[in-house]
T-cell receptor
Framework: LAKTTQPISMDSYEGQEVNITCSHNNIATNDYITWYQQFPSQGPRFIIQGYKTKVTNEVASLFIPADRKSSTLSLPRVSLSDTAVYYCLVDKSNTGNQFYFGTGTSLTVIP | GAGVSQTPSNKVTEKGKYVELRCDPISGHTALYWYRQSLGQGPEFLIY????????DSGLPNDRFFAVRPEGSVSTLKIQRTERGDSAVYLCASSLRGGIGETQYFGPGTRLLVL
């Protein structure tokens, strides 16, 4: 299984940068790392995806070290609306049970 | 166009009954996925369709669960002889072609409660 490990929860004040790290020790050569965000009573929403080094888009950055056994989602200057559960996903499309979300990190942004 | 839609949004049934959950993917998306999410847990993969065929059904928990996608668009997840442990949110997602590295677009889910 493409297991991932993340902190169960994190708190942050508004305006701060938040970094959430995910461990994926058994990542394979062709696997991508994808992060999703989920609000209560909604389906997960794609945030960012990467393969190696650093990826940045309008909402987040994703840092992946050379060994790719972990990745860090960085949310700049969080607001109250960023309170959600964040999932790290290793996309192993060439094997069974290919989409494994794990338990996610519950981020609470405090005013 | 519209995103992924799921019906019904909520379903309450009694133990032992049969239920069907429907998913309308984004138009043109060939890949469709079903997940189940229990309270406080992440989505759990059930099945993945590529077109009309089930490319990976390794996540279906037992033979009470079955899914179809006869015309390669709408999919129905069918649960026979429901049990209380089947209570969860059932999520559907679609992606353009399926396979590694693609973004999955999720629907709002169907909340199933088995009494």
């Amino acid at each position: 299984l493409a297991k991932t490990t993340q902190p169960i929860s994190m708190d942050s004040y508004e305006g701060q940068e938040v970094n959430i790290t995910c461990s994926h020790n058994n990542i394979a050569t062709n696997d991508y790392i994808t992060w999703y965000q989920q609000f209560p009573s909604q389906g997960p929403r794609f945030i960012i995806q990467g393969y190696k080094t650093k990826v940045t888009n309008e909402v987040a950055s994703l840092f992946i070290p050379a060994d790719r056994k972990s990745s860090t989602l960085s949310l700049p200057r969080v607001s109250l609306s960023d309170t959600a559960v964040y999932y790290c996903l290793v996309d192993k499309s060439n094997t069974g049970n290919q989409f494994y979300f794990g338990t996610g990190t519950s981020l609470t942004v405090i005013p | 166009g519209a995103g992924v839609s799921q019906t019904p949004s909520n379903k309450v049934t009694e133990k032992g009954k049969y239920v069907e959950l429907r998913c309308d993917p984004i138009s043109g998306h060939t890949a469709l996925y079903w997940y189940r999410q229990s309270l406080g847990q992440g989505p759990e993969f059930l099945i993945y369709f590529q077109g009309t065929g089930a490319a990976d059904d390794s996540g279906l928990p037992n033979d009470r669960f079955f899914a179809v996608r006869p015309e390669g668009s709408v999919s129905t997840l069918k649960i026979q002889r429901t049990e209380r442990g089947d209570s969860a949110v059932y999520l559907c997602a679609s992606s353009l072609r399926g396979g590694i590295g693609e973004t999955q677009y999720f629907g709002p889910g169907t909340r199933l409660l088995v009494l």
